[in-house]
Nanobody, 125 residues
Framework: QVQLVESGGGLVQAGGSLRLSCAAS????????MGWFRQAPGKEREFVAT????????NYADFVKGRFTISRDNTKNTVYLQMNSLKPEDTAVYYC??????????????????WGQGTQLTVSS
């Protein structure tokens, strides 16, 4: 059983920065792409960013390009989301997810098989 534990959420002012972390259990972390999604109140869960298994490729939602950076440290079984220039509309619960083998480097939630419990980000104006 894989467990994903997010941390680093909180309250930040607009224009500020924050880094989310997601620690994964298991010994095969580097075999899988990882992703970040978010869900705001009353909205559908949406894709934020994904990173390939070895970290050499990343893909972002248009609304975070140039502001957010996804990275990973396979020696620590951890994926990160550095968020800069935060906006009130970034307020959401952020989830990390493990991609399915061979199909996980994706914008689609259905291509991810394990999810964390989420961490709340609130951006005040």
């Amino acid at each position: 059983q894989v467990q994903l534990v997010e941390s680093g959420g909180g309250l930040v002012q607009a224009g500020g920065s924050l880094r989310l972390s997601c620690a994964a259990s298991g010994r095969t972390f580097s075999d899988y792409a990882m992703g970040w999604f978010r869900q705001a109140p009353g909205k559908e869960r949406e894709f934020v960013a994904t990173i390939s298994d070895h970290g050499d490729s990343a893909n972002y939602a248009d609304f975070v390009k140039g502001r957010f950076t996804i990275s990973r440290d396979n020696t620590k079984n951890t994926v990160y989301l550095q968020m800069n220039s935060l906006k009130p509309e970034d307020t959401a619960v952020y989830y990390c997810a493990r991609g399915k083998l061979f199909s996980g480097f994706s914008r689609f939630a259905s291509n991810y098989d394990y999810w964390g419990q989420g961490t709340q980000l609130t951006v005040s104006s």
